[in-house]
């Protein structure tokens, strides 16, 4: 093991990946706030910034409604194995300049001496969904015995592994009004069926806040409710605001000490990379976020500063942009379902990359970046209908030659901005 580790060091430093100081040896990857500047440290007691890609891998993203995969159905007559897939593409990756594997990225590659993430789904395999805005119910006992039952079993086997970077517990879960609908968490809670865990929560919540005075809600939601079980799941008063606000806080908070008490008690050696937010979450999510060692956020916009800022506010604890992309118009993918920004070609698409990782890495809280994604989604569109260029390669696995091209200098100067702070 210990020489696993050494030659992950020595094929960081060759990329300009690690900076130069040390801060002792340990066994796993840890945050440390070194002269006000947060860093991932590594096993072998470097101080370094996790540079990844999402999804990597050998069988990505089917055509929308089939089982065709255009990219695996590419790759499986270039290389004569899985196994040599995947050796080419990591060469690849650390050809240019990355060296963590994100989210979703196949478990073959877990074993080639690049770090990597796990994503644990925990709120998605206990009722949770998603793509559809359903919320996790968190006072319901299925979510924390799943919670443990995952960790279990996915999390226990690696405690022990030098290259796992850490787990993220879930992906862009509904905290309350966005893309999926408008209600906040109050307002789903107080809609879940009569006798669920959570809706008697939501209930008792508004009991106890009201000293169990039904006309008190009344006059302070401007409703009519004769008991606090028939109360609306809304009202516009900002009596409702403030208490939703304090509920979500309740909500989010169990999700998070739920998710780490079970990650940690299976692994105690790795860290908890938190949930991934989609954007900005509401404030009560971001506090109760410190519960995790790293606080995980996707951005797709130009410039990460002013929510990197925000959440680090409020969270104190190092971020990790856990997915952001580009689409270039020039790549002859349709482009019409899909985050991020559009920009008129890769030359472009290269430049956005730089700029946004050396914004990112100027705020001392910025632990690292991962692109989303390794491969372009289907032209047809994936299962949720996306069809963009956020690929490094496209579905032939040729890479996008005038993005690719300065991505190992955009990284190493992302690094070089991040060290300067310590001066």
């Known amino acids: 093991m210990h020489g696993k580790r050494t030659i992950f060091a020595v094929a960081l430093v060759c990329l300009g990946l690690l900076a130069a100081r040390s ?4 066994r796993y990857f840890r945050v440390e706030r070194k002269s006000g500047t947060w860093w991932f440290v590594s096993p072998s007691g470097q101080l370094v910034l996790s540079a990844g890609v999402d999804h990597v891998s050998y069988r990505p993203d089917a055509i929308y409604g089939t089982s065709i995969v255009p990219y695996f159905d590419r790759v499986s007559k270039i290389y004569p194995t899985k196994q040599a897939w995947a050796t080419a593409e990591i060469a690849r990756l650390r050809s240019w300049g990355f ?4 989210s979703w990225s196949d478990a073959s590659l877990w074993r080639l001496q690049m770090p990597y993430t796990v994503i644990l789904d925990i709120a998605a395999r206990s009722g949770a969904n998603w793509v559809k805005g359903i919320p996790l119910d968190v006072y319901s006992p299925r979510f924390q015995a799943t919670a443990r039952q995952i960790a279990e079993k996915w999390c226990a086997p690696r405690a022990h592994d030098p290259d796992l970077l850490g787990y993220f517990s879930d992906n862009e879960l ?4 966005d893309w999926r609908g408008k209600q906040n968490m109050l307002t789903m809670y107080l809609r879940l069926p009569v006798h ?5 929560q939501a209930v008792e919540f508004l009991r106890k806040k009201y000293g169990d005075r039904i006309l008190r809600l009344d006059r302070a939601w401007r409703i009519h409710a004769t ?12 009596a409702f ?7 979500l806080g309740m909500v989010a908070r ?22 991934k937010f989609a954007g900005l979450p509401p404030d009560p999510v971001l506090r109760a976020a410190s519960a995790a060692d790293v606080v995980s956020v996707d951005i797709y916009r130009l410039d990460p500063r002013p929510l990197v800022e925000h959440i680090y506010r409020l969270s104190h604890r190092p971020v990790l942009v856990a997915e952001f ?5 020039d790549s002859g993918l349709p482009n019409t379902r899909g985050a991020g920004p559009l920009v008129p070609n890769q030359a472009a698409r290269a430049l956005a990359y730089r700029n946004f990782v050396t914004r990112l890495e100027a705020f001392p809280e910025a632990v690292g970046y991962a692109w989303f994604e390794w491969c372009d989604e289907p032209r047809e569109g994936r299962f949720d209908g996306e069809n963009s260029n956020y690929g490094l390669v496209n579905v032939e696995d040729k890479p996008y030659q005038a993005f690719v091209t300065g991505l190992e200098a955009a990284n190493q100067a992302a690094l070089a901005v991040h060290r300067k702070l310590m001066n």
Do not use: K, M
């Open 196 to 200: 669920s865990p959570g809706r008697q």
């Open 23 to 26: 801060s002792g040896a340990g």
């Open 227 to 238: 008991r606090f079980a028939a109360a609306p799941s809304v009202a516009g008063t900002e």
């Open 241 to 247: 605001r403030q208490d939703s606000a304090v509920f």
């Open 174 to 177: 509904r905290w309350g009004p």
């Open 99 to 102: 060296n963590t594997l994100g």
């Open 254 to 275: 169990r999700y998070f000490q739920v998710c780490a008490r079970a990650i940690h008690a299976a692994d105690p050696n790795h860290l908890y990379l938190g949930a």
């Open 325 to 329: 992309a580009f689409r270039a118009e």
